[in-house]
Protein backbone atom coordinates (compact mmCIF):
# COMPACT_ATOMS: atom_id res chain seq x y z
CA UNK A 1 0.00 0.00 0.00
CA UNK A 2 2.76 2.16 1.23
CA UNK A 3 6.72 3.00 0.98
CA UNK A 4 6.89 2.65 4.75
CA UNK A 5 10.31 4.26 4.72
CA UNK A 6 8.25 7.64 4.23
CA UNK A 7 4.74 6.80 6.17
CA UNK A 8 4.97 10.30 7.35
CA UNK A 9 4.14 11.59 4.02
CA UNK A 10 0.77 13.26 4.08
CA UNK A 11 -0.17 11.39 1.08
CA UNK A 12 1.38 7.61 2.44
CA UNK A 13 -0.75 8.30 5.91
CA UNK A 14 -3.90 9.47 4.09
CA UNK A 15 -3.70 5.55 2.60
CA UNK A 16 -2.71 3.90 5.46
CA UNK A 17 -5.25 6.01 8.09
CA UNK A 18 -7.97 3.84 7.29
CA UNK A 19 -6.92 1.07 8.25
CA UNK A 20 -5.12 2.77 11.57
CA UNK A 21 -8.30 3.50 12.38
CA UNK A 22 -10.13 -0.12 12.32
CA UNK A 23 -6.82 -0.84 14.33
CA UNK A 24 -8.21 1.38 17.14
CA UNK A 25 -11.62 0.29 17.51
CA UNK A 26 -10.95 -3.10 17.06
CA UNK A 27 -8.10 -2.94 19.97
CA UNK A 28 -11.24 -1.32 22.54
CA UNK A 29 -13.31 -3.71 21.39
CA UNK A 30 -11.18 -6.41 22.90
CA UNK A 31 -10.03 -4.54 26.04
CA UNK A 32 -14.06 -3.97 26.56
CA UNK A 33 -14.29 -7.61 25.90
CA UNK A 34 -11.69 -9.01 28.21
CA UNK A 35 -13.02 -6.55 31.43
CA UNK A 36 -16.31 -7.14 30.96
CA UNK A 37 -15.20 -10.72 31.53
CA UNK A 38 -13.11 -9.71 34.92
CA UNK A 39 -10.04 -9.63 33.09
CA UNK A 40 -7.61 -6.98 34.53
CA UNK A 41 -5.42 -5.09 31.96
CA UNK A 42 -1.22 -5.58 32.79
CA UNK A 43 1.46 -3.50 31.75
CA UNK A 44 4.54 -6.06 31.88
CA UNK A 45 8.02 -4.93 31.91
CA UNK A 46 9.88 -4.82 27.92
CA UNK A 47 13.40 -5.00 29.51
CA UNK A 48 14.23 -8.77 31.45
CA UNK A 49 16.56 -11.09 32.41
CA UNK A 50 16.19 -13.55 29.59
CA UNK A 51 14.23 -13.45 26.57
CA UNK A 52 12.54 -16.46 26.29
CA UNK A 53 14.26 -20.01 26.06
CA UNK A 54 13.21 -21.38 22.61
CA UNK A 55 15.55 -22.55 20.48
CA UNK A 56 14.77 -20.50 16.78
CA UNK A 57 13.58 -17.46 19.34
CA UNK A 58 15.85 -14.40 18.37
CA UNK A 59 16.23 -11.41 21.05
CA UNK A 60 17.47 -7.73 20.80
CA UNK A 61 20.27 -7.21 23.29
CA UNK A 62 21.01 -4.63 25.36
CA UNK A 63 22.65 -3.42 29.07
CA UNK A 64 21.66 -2.15 31.53
CA UNK A 65 24.87 0.64 32.80
CA UNK A 66 25.32 1.07 36.59
CA UNK A 67 26.85 4.44 38.68
CA UNK A 68 30.26 2.64 38.65
CA UNK A 69 30.61 1.76 35.16
CA UNK A 70 29.88 -1.91 35.43
CA UNK A 71 26.78 -2.90 32.92
CA UNK A 72 24.42 -6.07 33.19
CA UNK A 73 22.90 -7.69 30.40
CA UNK A 74 18.92 -7.16 29.28
CA UNK A 75 16.90 -8.23 26.45
CA UNK A 76 13.74 -6.71 24.88
CA UNK A 77 10.95 -9.40 25.70
CA UNK A 78 9.62 -11.69 22.69
CA UNK A 79 6.89 -11.68 24.98
CA UNK A 80 5.10 -10.58 28.19
CA UNK A 81 4.59 -14.70 28.96
CA UNK A 82 7.48 -14.79 32.00
CA UNK A 83 5.87 -11.84 33.44
CA UNK A 84 2.59 -12.39 33.29
CA UNK A 85 2.97 -16.06 34.75
CA UNK A 86 4.78 -14.37 37.51
CA UNK A 87 1.74 -12.12 37.69
CA UNK A 88 -0.51 -15.32 38.30
CA UNK A 89 1.84 -16.82 41.24
CA UNK A 90 1.34 -13.43 43.03
CA UNK A 91 -2.43 -14.20 43.13
CA UNK A 92 -3.62 -12.49 39.68
CA UNK A 93 -6.55 -14.75 38.44
CA UNK A 94 -7.26 -13.06 34.75
CA UNK A 95 -5.29 -10.83 32.64
CA UNK A 96 -4.65 -9.43 29.74
CA UNK A 97 -1.70 -7.28 28.24
CA UNK A 98 -1.65 -5.57 24.78
CA UNK A 99 2.26 -5.38 24.82
CA UNK A 100 4.91 -4.28 22.79
CA UNK A 101 7.44 -7.01 21.74
CA UNK A 102 10.22 -7.78 19.55
CA UNK A 103 11.99 -10.54 17.41
CA UNK A 104 15.08 -10.27 15.74
CA UNK A 105 16.16 -11.90 12.46
CA UNK A 106 11.98 -12.20 11.37
CA UNK A 107 11.10 -9.58 8.59
CA UNK A 108 8.23 -10.34 5.94
CA UNK A 109 5.09 -9.26 5.01
CA UNK A 110 3.62 -11.05 8.15
CA UNK A 111 6.73 -10.21 10.80
CA UNK A 112 7.96 -7.20 12.06
CA UNK A 113 10.52 -6.75 14.21
CA UNK A 114 8.92 -4.39 17.01
CA UNK A 115 4.43 -5.87 17.10
CA UNK A 116 1.95 -6.14 19.18
CA UNK A 117 0.64 -9.14 21.27
CA UNK A 118 -2.80 -9.89 22.79
CA UNK A 119 -1.61 -12.30 25.46
CA UNK A 120 -3.96 -13.36 28.16
CA UNK A 121 -4.07 -15.81 30.96
CA UNK A 122 -6.86 -17.67 32.99
CA UNK A 123 -6.37 -19.89 36.65
CA UNK A 124 -7.49 -22.52 36.76
CA UNK A 125 -8.21 -23.52 33.74
CA UNK A 126 -6.81 -25.56 30.33
CA UNK A 127 -6.38 -24.73 26.61
CA UNK A 128 -10.15 -25.70 26.41
CA UNK A 129 -10.88 -22.25 27.65
CA UNK A 130 -8.35 -20.59 25.61
CA UNK A 131 -10.10 -22.38 22.73
CA UNK A 132 -13.68 -20.63 23.83
CA UNK A 133 -11.67 -17.59 23.91
CA UNK A 134 -10.32 -17.05 20.70
CA UNK A 135 -13.92 -18.39 19.17
CA UNK A 136 -15.46 -15.48 21.57
CA UNK A 137 -12.46 -12.94 19.86
CA UNK A 138 -13.02 -13.51 15.95
CA UNK A 139 -16.61 -12.06 15.52
CA UNK A 140 -16.01 -9.15 18.18
CA UNK A 141 -13.23 -7.93 16.00
CA UNK A 142 -14.70 -8.35 13.28
CA UNK A 143 -18.15 -6.65 14.12
CA UNK A 144 -15.74 -3.53 15.85
CA UNK A 145 -14.26 -4.05 12.18
CA UNK A 146 -17.48 -3.73 10.12
CA UNK A 147 -15.89 -6.60 8.65
CA UNK A 148 -17.90 -10.20 7.33
CA UNK A 149 -14.58 -11.98 6.30
CA UNK A 150 -11.09 -12.24 6.86
CA UNK A 151 -8.87 -12.12 3.83
CA UNK A 152 -5.10 -12.97 3.01
CA UNK A 153 -3.57 -13.36 -0.50
CA UNK A 154 -6.49 -14.40 -2.04
CA UNK A 155 -7.38 -16.87 0.55
CA UNK A 156 -10.79 -16.19 2.96
CA UNK A 157 -12.60 -17.49 5.98
CA UNK A 158 -15.88 -16.18 8.06
CA UNK A 159 -14.69 -14.75 11.31
CA UNK A 160 -18.30 -15.26 12.66
CA UNK A 161 -18.15 -19.36 11.84
CA UNK A 162 -17.61 -21.70 14.27
CA UNK A 163 -13.89 -22.52 14.56
CA UNK A 164 -12.90 -25.83 12.89
CA UNK A 165 -10.73 -28.42 15.55
CA UNK A 166 -8.03 -30.47 14.09
CA UNK A 167 -5.81 -32.27 15.12
CA UNK A 168 -1.98 -32.28 14.27
CA UNK A 169 -2.05 -35.74 13.38
CA UNK A 170 -5.39 -35.47 11.04
CA UNK A 171 -3.83 -31.89 9.43
CA UNK A 172 -0.41 -33.91 8.67
CA UNK A 173 -2.54 -36.86 6.91
CA UNK A 174 -5.41 -34.62 5.37
CA UNK A 175 -3.04 -31.90 3.69
CA UNK A 176 0.45 -33.52 3.42
CA UNK A 177 -0.09 -37.20 3.19
CA UNK A 178 2.42 -37.75 6.16
CA UNK A 179 1.52 -40.06 9.36
CA UNK A 180 3.14 -38.36 11.69
CA UNK A 181 2.10 -40.60 14.48
CA UNK A 182 3.79 -43.39 13.55
CA UNK A 183 7.45 -41.16 13.94
CA UNK A 184 6.63 -40.38 17.38
CA UNK A 185 7.72 -41.92 20.61
CA UNK A 186 6.14 -43.71 23.10
CA UNK A 187 7.18 -40.99 25.86
CA UNK A 188 6.85 -37.78 24.03
CA UNK A 189 11.23 -37.69 23.29
CA UNK A 190 13.64 -39.14 20.63
CA UNK A 191 11.34 -39.45 17.93
CA UNK A 192 11.77 -41.43 15.07
CA UNK A 193 13.73 -38.97 12.83
CA UNK A 194 14.68 -41.17 10.01
CA UNK A 195 11.09 -42.01 9.69
CA UNK A 196 10.03 -38.58 9.33
CA UNK A 197 12.15 -38.13 6.87
CA UNK A 198 11.13 -40.67 4.73
CA UNK A 199 7.74 -39.67 4.94
CA UNK A 200 8.15 -36.03 3.69
CA UNK A 201 10.71 -37.32 0.82
CA UNK A 202 7.62 -39.65 -0.54
CA UNK A 203 6.00 -36.22 -0.74
CA UNK A 204 8.58 -34.43 -2.31
CA UNK A 205 9.47 -32.48 0.78
CA UNK A 206 13.39 -31.53 1.16
CA UNK A 207 15.21 -32.88 3.64
CA UNK A 208 18.66 -32.72 4.74
CA UNK A 209 21.54 -35.03 6.31
CA UNK A 210 21.26 -32.51 9.57
CA UNK A 211 17.94 -32.01 10.00
CA UNK A 212 16.18 -32.82 13.24
CA UNK A 213 12.91 -34.26 13.68
CA UNK A 214 11.72 -30.93 14.90
CA UNK A 215 13.25 -29.44 11.36
CA UNK A 216 11.33 -31.46 9.27
CA UNK A 217 8.03 -31.63 11.22
CA UNK A 218 8.57 -27.81 11.12
CA UNK A 219 8.89 -27.84 7.52
CA UNK A 220 5.84 -30.22 6.52
CA UNK A 221 3.90 -27.63 8.89
CA UNK A 222 4.92 -24.26 6.55
CA UNK A 223 5.00 -25.45 3.53
CA UNK A 224 2.17 -28.13 3.26
CA UNK A 225 -0.07 -27.90 6.34
CA UNK A 226 -0.55 -23.81 7.56
CA UNK A 227 -1.48 -22.84 3.44
CA UNK A 228 -4.52 -24.79 3.82
CA UNK A 229 -5.89 -23.79 7.68
CA UNK A 230 -8.11 -21.14 8.04
CA UNK A 231 -9.83 -21.46 4.85
CA UNK A 232 -13.59 -20.68 4.94
CA UNK A 233 -14.12 -20.87 8.42
CA UNK A 234 -11.12 -20.33 11.40
CA UNK A 235 -9.31 -23.85 12.19
CA UNK A 236 -8.07 -24.69 15.57
CA UNK A 237 -4.75 -26.66 15.38
CA UNK A 238 -4.49 -28.90 18.48
CA UNK A 239 -2.90 -31.49 20.69
CA UNK A 240 1.22 -30.28 19.27
CA UNK A 241 3.62 -32.99 19.45
CA UNK A 242 5.40 -32.58 23.47
CA UNK A 243 8.93 -31.81 22.00
CA UNK A 244 6.98 -28.56 19.82
CA UNK A 245 5.50 -27.15 23.11
CA UNK A 246 8.28 -26.20 25.00
CA UNK A 247 6.08 -23.95 28.23
CA UNK A 248 2.75 -26.25 27.85
CA UNK A 249 1.62 -29.21 29.62
CA UNK A 250 1.90 -32.79 28.46
CA UNK A 251 -1.66 -34.66 27.56
CA UNK A 252 -2.33 -36.57 30.99
CA UNK A 253 -3.89 -39.72 28.69
CA UNK A 254 -0.75 -39.94 26.44
CA UNK A 255 2.58 -38.19 26.62
CA UNK A 256 3.66 -37.94 22.96
CA UNK A 257 1.33 -34.53 22.95
CA UNK A 258 1.12 -32.07 24.61
CA UNK A 259 -2.19 -29.54 25.23
CA UNK A 260 -1.72 -26.59 23.10
CA UNK A 261 -3.06 -25.69 19.95
CA UNK A 262 -2.69 -22.62 17.52
CA UNK A 263 -5.41 -20.74 15.73
CA UNK A 264 -5.74 -19.93 12.15
CA UNK A 265 -7.32 -17.87 9.35
CA UNK A 266 -6.98 -17.69 5.86
CA UNK A 267 -3.37 -20.23 6.32
CA UNK A 268 -2.17 -17.48 8.74
CA UNK A 269 -1.03 -18.41 12.15
CA UNK A 270 -3.31 -15.78 14.50
CA UNK A 271 -2.44 -17.18 17.79
CA UNK A 272 -0.86 -19.90 20.06
CA UNK A 273 -2.04 -21.55 23.34
CA UNK A 274 -1.54 -24.27 26.04
CA UNK A 275 -2.18 -25.07 29.40
CA UNK A 276 0.76 -24.18 31.41
CA UNK A 277 3.56 -26.01 32.29
CA UNK A 278 3.80 -25.79 36.02
CA UNK A 279 6.79 -27.90 37.01
CA UNK A 280 9.80 -25.97 37.63
CA UNK A 281 12.15 -29.11 36.94
CA UNK A 282 10.79 -30.14 34.22
CA UNK A 283 10.71 -26.70 32.82
CA UNK A 284 14.71 -26.17 33.40
CA UNK A 285 15.25 -29.47 31.60
CA UNK A 286 13.20 -28.19 28.81
CA UNK A 287 14.87 -24.64 28.89
CA UNK A 288 18.51 -26.30 29.03
CA UNK A 289 17.70 -28.81 25.97
CA UNK A 290 16.60 -25.92 23.92
CA UNK A 291 19.42 -23.82 24.76
CA UNK A 292 21.96 -26.61 24.25
CA UNK A 293 20.26 -26.89 20.31
CA UNK A 294 20.54 -22.99 20.12
CA UNK A 295 24.29 -23.08 21.05
CA UNK A 296 24.78 -25.96 18.55
CA UNK A 297 22.71 -24.05 15.65
CA UNK A 298 23.63 -20.37 15.71
CA UNK A 299 26.46 -20.60 18.80
CA UNK A 300 24.61 -18.69 21.05
CA UNK A 301 22.64 -19.63 24.45
CA UNK A 302 20.14 -17.20 26.32
CA UNK A 303 19.98 -16.96 29.81
CA UNK A 304 17.32 -19.00 31.83
CA UNK A 305 14.95 -16.91 34.20
CA UNK A 306 15.39 -18.09 37.56
CA UNK A 307 12.66 -15.79 39.39
CA UNK A 308 10.71 -17.18 36.38
CA UNK A 309 11.53 -21.21 37.38
CA UNK A 310 10.66 -19.87 41.27
CA UNK A 311 7.75 -18.59 40.51
CA UNK A 312 6.16 -21.38 38.76
CA UNK A 313 6.40 -23.07 41.73
CA UNK A 314 3.69 -21.26 43.47
CA UNK A 315 1.53 -20.49 40.22
CA UNK A 316 -1.54 -22.15 40.08
CA UNK A 317 -3.04 -24.23 37.10
CA UNK A 318 -3.49 -21.60 34.33
CA UNK A 319 -4.00 -21.70 30.28
CA UNK A 320 -2.77 -18.65 28.29
CA UNK A 321 -2.90 -17.37 24.73
CA UNK A 322 -0.79 -14.96 22.75
CA UNK A 323 -2.59 -13.76 19.69
CA UNK A 324 -0.65 -11.62 16.95
CA UNK A 325 -2.86 -8.53 16.92
CA UNK A 326 -1.11 -6.60 13.90
CA UNK A 327 -1.94 -9.72 11.85
CA UNK A 328 -5.69 -9.93 12.76
CA UNK A 329 -6.15 -6.15 11.83
CA UNK A 330 -4.41 -6.92 8.60
CA UNK A 331 -6.85 -9.76 7.62
CA UNK A 332 -9.56 -7.64 9.27
CA UNK A 333 -8.81 -4.92 6.29
CA UNK A 334 -7.68 -7.26 3.91
CA UNK A 335 -4.20 -5.55 4.23
CA UNK A 336 -1.28 -7.04 1.75
CA UNK A 337 1.81 -5.76 4.66
CA UNK A 338 1.67 -5.63 8.13
CA UNK A 339 3.70 -2.06 8.04
CA UNK A 340 0.21 -1.34 6.47
CA UNK A 341 -1.27 -1.56 10.12
CA UNK A 342 1.50 -0.29 11.77
CA UNK A 343 1.37 3.41 12.64
CA UNK A 344 4.87 4.13 12.43
CA UNK A 345 6.45 1.05 10.55
CA UNK A 346 10.19 0.29 10.61
CA UNK A 347 11.44 0.43 6.85
CA UNK A 348 12.35 -2.80 5.08
CA UNK A 349 16.61 -2.93 3.99
CA UNK A 350 15.38 -2.56 0.12
CA UNK A 351 13.29 0.93 1.11
CA UNK A 352 15.99 2.17 3.51
CA UNK A 353 17.66 4.53 0.27
CA UNK A 354 14.50 5.70 -0.87
CA UNK A 355 13.73 9.24 -0.09
Given amino acids: MSNTTAWWRPHFHADRRPLLATRGRVKEALRRLFTDDGFVEVESAILQVSPGNETHLHAFATALLRADGTSRPLYLHTSPEFACKKLLAAGETRIFDFARVFRNRERSDLHHPEF ?12 RAMMADCARI ?14 FRNREADPFAAPEELTVVEAFARHAGVDILSTLAPDGANNDRDRLAALATE ?14 FSRILSERVEPRLGCGRPTLLIDYPASEAALARRKP ?20 AFSELTDPQE ?4 FEADMDEKERIYGERYPIDEAFLAALALMPEASGCALGFDRLVMLLTGARRIEDVLWTPMPRDEEESRP
Fill in 116 to 127: TMLEWYRAETDY
Fill in 283 to 286: QRRR
Fill in 253 to 272: DDPRFAERFELYACGVELAN
Fill in 138 to 151: LPRAAEAAGATRLV
Fill in 203 to 216: QGIRTADDDTWSDI
